[in-house]
């Protein structure tokens, strides 16, 4: 990731001025998040206290029209006692600003570090956020659809078409047949609500072994819950070299959910389907971008296969593997 | 700019270990200064007291047998007044160290923000700044040689060779009449010392029109002194969208350097001559970046021609009009 749009430090500054915030003393644009630029700030009020903010500038892959649904769940997630970051409102309680021609917002910075191998601990705290975080999301009431939902999926596929078989040699057939079984296994009746849809390790801020905050919810939506679960057990229970699975982490994970949402008999036995469909999620999305990505983009490309492996490993596992005991 | 190397917190978290700083509780990385991967780090004490870090990281443009000069050049620079980053010691005394297979320093955070279109009481402070950089380098024993000098541009105009007409029709030709100018001109005899050699606004960090900051010392070496104010001039005199000259700029530049470091008669006579050799050193690494620049690089290539309008408009100014009255 990359700063796409450079604010002028005098345009952040008159930016800010709508805001009571203090005054900018410092600003980095970060590479962080998915394709937006972000710039961390620091003001100074007139006491002397200072406070850090993000500074967003939506690109291309979030939609304007979606920002107001982010807002309010986060707004609600944050009332409810979740550690979310919270968009600022200006002076005028307008939240949505317009900055370098860009729609643009103001939002509370949280600390904490993101790990790249964690810890069953660590797995068990998060999985215990994403399980307060579904409790906490239970009262709010609008909803969005996922556009990379199992149709979606069909989509991004069609779309790939043979150039899947470039990445892979018969990758094109695999995800045929994946999708007709998920076509006719997907486990459409299991519970709905607001999912994080994106609870990868670098969207999870920690201290320790402590959860310090949930960001990143440019791809939250309504879907099914343990679907989200499914999502974060494959971004967070193989080691980061694209290799094995580690049972310890998966049993935390679950464990950590359980304790703090708790999982149905019916989404325990959907769950390894729910899996492979997360499984191939993120490999359509990362061969699309791969197949379209110019070699000149700012983007690193992340490579698809890592998860045919997870696909793979999901569709022969033993589910008392992927749930602990 | 972009991060090259990514380091995983854990290794991070481990590499804090060897310092004095407290626990690493918060780090980005951040799109920051020349080829470098840079991260901004936070990091607490046992007390509740934080404190901010830059993590270098240095990829192929640094060369590390440099780290030494740049190292102890901020250390005497510091110790004399001059606000810059120190590089930061590890409890055994060590500043250059490895990490993630590249030397890595963690160097002190400095706040204040980068001016894009500088006043004039912007340009007089900082050209103060680079007056009193020269005043406090005077003691400083050691040389590095710049290897972006006459003969350099020399090498870097072969280099590039006809391609230079890809970028602008009758660009070769501008620029070995342009060498030929220098060749025969170029004031040898002035007083030579340490200079930043790449003060552009960027690497200046303020807070209102006061300096907080000078960052990015890797083009630091040993050249002709006078030479540095006109490197700041070509780079803080013109409006940032490649345009005009802003006489008022360019007065309060000089004059916030005379007053803290003073300019000869001779160095005065010179001034336009060294801003063409200025002009042309970016307009020559620019080109060759430009020719050069893989089409998938990580970085985003500047225009060279900006740097022609300053070298056809610095070969026919009148000297006063740089220098103020």
Request: glycine content about 8%; proline content about 4%; some cysteine.
């Amino acid at each position: 990731m990359a700063v796409y749009t450079h604010v002028p430090s005098e345009e952040m500054a008159a930016f800010l001025t709508r805001y009571d915030t203090g005054e900018l003393v410092s600003a980095k644009g970060i590479a962080e998040g998915v394709e937006n630029s972000n710039y961390m700030l620091e003001t100074r009020r007139a006491n002397g206290a200072s406070e850090r903010f993000i500074l967003t500038l939506y690109e291309k892959r979030v939609d304007e029209a979606d920002l107001p649904f982010f807002m309010d769940l986060l707004d609600h997630l944050g009332a409810n006692g979740c550690k979310v970051p919270r968009f600022i409102a200006d002076r005028e309680g307008q939240k949505l600003q317009q900055l370098a021609g860009r729609p643009a917002c103001l939002i509370e910075f949280l600390s904490g570090i993101s790990v790249t191998e964690p810890t069953p601990a660590q797995c068990l705290a998060a999985g215990r956020a994403m399980g307060e975080l579904h409790r906490a999301s239970e009262g709010f009431a609008q909803e969005r659809r996922n556009a990379l939902d199992l149709p979606g999926w069909h989509d991004l596929a069609d779309k790939c078409g043979t150039h899947l078989d470039d990445i892979a040699p018969g990758l094109a057939a695999r995800v045929t047949q994946e999708l007709a079984f998920l076509d006719a296994h997907w486990p459409n009746a299991l519970e709905r609500g607001v999912i994080h849809a994106d609870l990868f390790p670098d969207n999870v801020l920690m201290s320790g072994d402590a959860v310090t905050g949930l960001i990143d919810f440019y791809f939250s939506c309504t879907d099914i819950r343990a679907y989200d679960l499914a999502i974060m057990h494959g971004a967070w229970c193989f080691a980061a070299d694209g290799g094995a699975y580690h049972a310890a982490r998966g049993a935390s994970l679950v464990r950590g959910y359980t304790v703090a949402h708790g999982l149905s008999q019916a989404e325990r036995a959907a769950f390894p389907i729910l899996c492979r469909g997360a499984a191939l999620r993120f490999l359509l999305t990362r061969a699309y971008d791969w197949i379209n990505t110019p070699a000149d983009a700012l983007v690193t490309r992340k490579d698809p296969l890592a998860y045919l492996r997870r696909l793979d490993f999901y569709a022969q596992a033993n589910p008392a593997d992927l749930l602990g005991a």
